[in-house]
């Protein structure tokens, strides 16, 4: 691993150099800190991120930190200033913006593809349920409210079609992890459900389930986005700082991340496929507020 790292580290520091012989100049030996949103909280999470976080201390000759946060903790997290830097939700990052100054610094790629979206489906043999139209009166599964790619884009999927889901869903349930809301679809206790794209890919490739078991609703063909997709794409997730922090160390733990590949073993660990400078953000405002729920408070309904 150390010999890999020191491999990416020599390009890295070839290419900006002077970047990071000023950054030394200019900051002290304080811990950066990184919050990473994690689904499954610390659970195989240091794993994941150990080669992240020993290359960025080496980059930036200063002690790193990653910190996994779940979603009711990365608001908290940048209130107080537990943290530093810090991935999000883009609604919960816009949220962040909006309330306590937070800025993009890059945006995550995650498999193969730096754009997210939200899949709708039910159980293939499910023949009542074709189309959104056919959920009326149904019970629906889903991720927390506030979650931008667990509720909050299929919520606008309905609204763009002239439905509102409120009234018109017999039951909408909420769930804490993705694979609860594809265990309730399949297991019938709701009829469709909802969670963010390329995770029912995930499950069928860990073999927790068969593809052929769910049937995608209202499904959307994106070229350079090879997962089931039921909702626009919207910009992924970001990596924020927070506003306090100086704009010199993020511009340089930027430039590290940037330069990474897919097939560095730093990425293949944490399971992403790279950094790129960040996407525009402003289409999430303007989504959060046509919802019901607007942007992420961190609350649970």
Request: with cysteine; proline share 5%.
């Amino acid at each position: 691993m150390t010999h890999k790292i020191l491999a990416v580290l020599t390009l890295l520091l070839f290419v900006i150099t002077p970047c990071f012989a000023a950054l030394k100049k200019t900051t002290s030996d304080d811990e950066v800190r990184i919050g990473i949103l994690s689904w499954r909280g610390p659970l195989g999470f240091e794993k994941r991120w150990e080669a992240t976080e020993e290359y960025l201390t080496q980059a930036i000759d200063r002690p790193v930190t990653i910190i996994p946060l779940e979603f009711e903790g990365v608001l908290p997290a940048v209130k107080e200033g537990k943290v530093d830097f810090f991935t999000a939700d883009p609604s919960m990052f816009m949220s962040a913006k909006k309330q306590y100054g937070a800025s993009e610094v890059l945006t995550m790629k995650l498999n193969s593809a730096d754009s997210v979206g939200a899949v709708l489906f039910t159980r293939s043999t499910n023949d009542q349920v074709h189309s959104l139209d056919d959920l009326s009166g149904k019970k629906f599964g889903a991720l927390q409210r506030w979650s931008f790619g667990g509720w909050q884009m299929a919520e606008k999927e309905f609204r763009d079609t002239g439905i509102d889901p409120y009234p018109f869903l017999h039951t909408l349930r909420f769930y804490d992890k993705p694979s609860a809301v594809v265990r309730a679809v399949l297991n019938g206790q709701v009829d469709a459900g909802t969670i963010p794209s390329s995770l029912l890919e995930r499950m069928a490739r860990r073999g927790y389930l068969d593809m052929s078991e769910v049937k995608i609703l209202n499904e959307k063909k994106y070229a350079d986005f090879p997962y089931a997709c039921s909702t626009e794409l919207y910009p992924g997730f970001p990596l924020a700082k927070t506003a306090t922090v100086d704009k010199k160390l993020a511009s340089y733990i930027a430039a590290a991340l940037r330069v990474l590949q897919p097939s560095d073993q730093i990425l293949k660990d944490a399971r992403i496929n790279g950094w790129v400078d960040p996407l525009d953000y402003t289409e999430i405002k303007l989504v959060q507020s046509e919802l019901r729920g607007g942007g992420y408070t961190g609350k649970r309904y």
